[in-house]
């Protein structure tokens, strides 16, 4: 892998901000939740995972082949979600990448191709073996939840107004009731991503702040449970 200096590093990612954060916007990016907030909080999640992440046996390996770095996992955030937005609906995520890196900030094909690979699989959650890039990647998307999460999940639901009903009521108007079960559905998800040990290694989840956030996402939705029930509903 190329050598950079941390000022080039530094430099390269404010470039790609700069160049990227419109694309990452209202109206190019209409999805909530993926905006370039999102992009943002999970650079700095991913800096604050970067200790555990070095005691996980499989990346362990790779960040200390150089296989990846923090400058690299940093660039696949910026990346995860750019097929999503409006103005590149039409283009592949290889393409896309390799135009962004290759064409306009001098990356090599050889830094490119994980990259790819990353971001062109963050979303699915097969249970397979997986580089060690893509796992990094997930974790730091995984854990841009908590109470934040809620907002990101109504963001992203287009939420018309507060659950009554946390399953799809036929009192309420098709789409309506289906973004309300749909985000109650987003929010159990979330909760597997704890609960199931095969998403999050017991390195990340051992964090007293991950722990904070799922904690969280679980006594919400006891919560919203409970409230409902009050309410006889």
């Known amino acids: 892998m190329p050598h950079r200096s941390e000022e080039r590093e530094t430099k390269i990612l404010a470039e ?18 993926h905006d370039f907030t999102h992009c943002k909080r999970m650079c700095k999640i991913a800096k604050k995972i970067w200790p555990a992440l070095k005691t996980i046996s499989e990346i362990k390996e790779a960040i200390e082949s150089g296989e990846i770095t923090l400058f690299i996992l940093k660039i696949a955030i910026w990346l995860h979600n750019i097929d999503r937005s409006e103005k590149f609906t039409r283009l592949s995520v290889e393409i896309l990448i ?15 191709q994980p990259i790819v690979d990353a971001v062109s699989r963050h979303s699915s959650l097969e249970q397979r073996a997986e580089p060690a890039l893509l796992r990094a990647l997930r974790y730091c998307d995984m854990l841009d939840f908590g109470a934040i999460g809620v907002l990101r999940i109504g963001a992203y639901r287009h939420m018309p107004y507060v659950a009554s009903d946390l399953t799809a009521s036929e009192t309420l ?6 973004k ?8 159990s998800r979330v909760i597997e991503w704890w609960t199931n040990e095969g998403f999050l290694p017991k390195e990340i989840k051992e964090l007293d702040w991950v722990r904070n956030r799922f904690q969280f996402m679980i006594k919400f939705r006891e919560r919203c ?3 409902l029930k009050e309410l006889g509903i």
């Open 16 to 33: 790609i901000e700069t160049y990227l954060i419109q694309d990452y916007s209202p109206p190019n990016m209409k999805l909530g939740g």
């Open 225 to 227: 449970i409970e409230e």
């Open 173 to 178: 108007p098709g789409e309506s009731a289906d």
């Open 98 to 112: 390799k135009n962004i890196l290759l064409h306009r900030f001098g990356f090599t094909e050889e830094e490119i």
């Open 180 to 187: 309300l079960a749909s985000a109650f559905a987003a929010i």
